[in-house]
């Protein structure tokens, strides 16, 4: 069952990346690659469970954290142009 | 009490792993990055929960079961707020709501053989 579900995942991932190689904006891509990282913790998670090895749960948490701060960095310099330098 | 706990966790891990393929395909062919929001929400949410809940019955009471509510507690907190920043940043740069998104045969420069509409 847990290979049911991490196929289903990998699936999702693959319609992602498709959304994130020809997105007409450079939004599509960031929202792309955002929903591509969640997906990426949920396969971290699972592929612990089917390994036999729940320290992946760690890998998991760690991804979620820089997955949220990368996509904010770039949502940021899309936005304003810089990281927020002084001016 | 076993099998049971078995089926309801199979029943959630494969609800969850749909909900991602429907995201996916949602991503791929609704029009425009506000449509497209719709979709990502049901990964970040209802896929993410269901496979959190699946993975959660499977480890029983344990360390386990605190690092998948860890997990689960953040992308409560964060896939709201990646999706507001999002569209906030998207309608500042100019994008309309009201578009009907790129139709087959102008994609500028992605596909250098347009294929004829």
């Known amino acids: 069952m847990m290979l049911l579900a991490c196929l289903l995942v990998v699936l999702g991932m693959a319609l992602t990346l498709i959304r994130a190689v020809r997105g007409p904006t450079v939004y599509d891509r960031i929202l792309a690659v955002n929903v591509y990282g969640t997906m990426t913790v949920m396969l971290i998670a699972l592929l612990g469970f089917l390994a036999g090895r729940p320290d992946f749960l760690d890998l998991a948490l760690v991804y979620a954290l820089l997955n949220f701060v990368g996509t904010l960095a770039a949502l940021k310099f899309f936005k304003h142009g810089h990281l927020g330098e002084e001016r | ?117």
């Open chain 2, 1 to 117: 009490m076993n099998l049971a706990i078995d089926i309801a966790s199979w029943l959630l891990l494969a609800a969850g792993g749909s909900l991602m393929v429907v995201s996916g395909l949602g991503l791929v062919r609704l029009p425009n990055v506000f449509a497209r929001l719709h979709a990502a929400g049901l990964a970040d949410t209802g896929g993410s929960a269901l496979l959190l809940l699946g993975m959660a019955l499977q480890a029983g009471w344990s360390l386990v079961t605190v690092k998948l509510v860890l997990i689960g507690i953040f992308l409560f907190f964060t896939a709201p707020t990646a999706g507001h920043a999002l569209a906030h940043a998207a309608l500042l740069g100019g994008i309309s709501p009201d578009d009907k998104g790129e139709s087959e045969d102008d994609d500028e420069d992605d596909s250098p053989d347009g294929r004829g509409g």
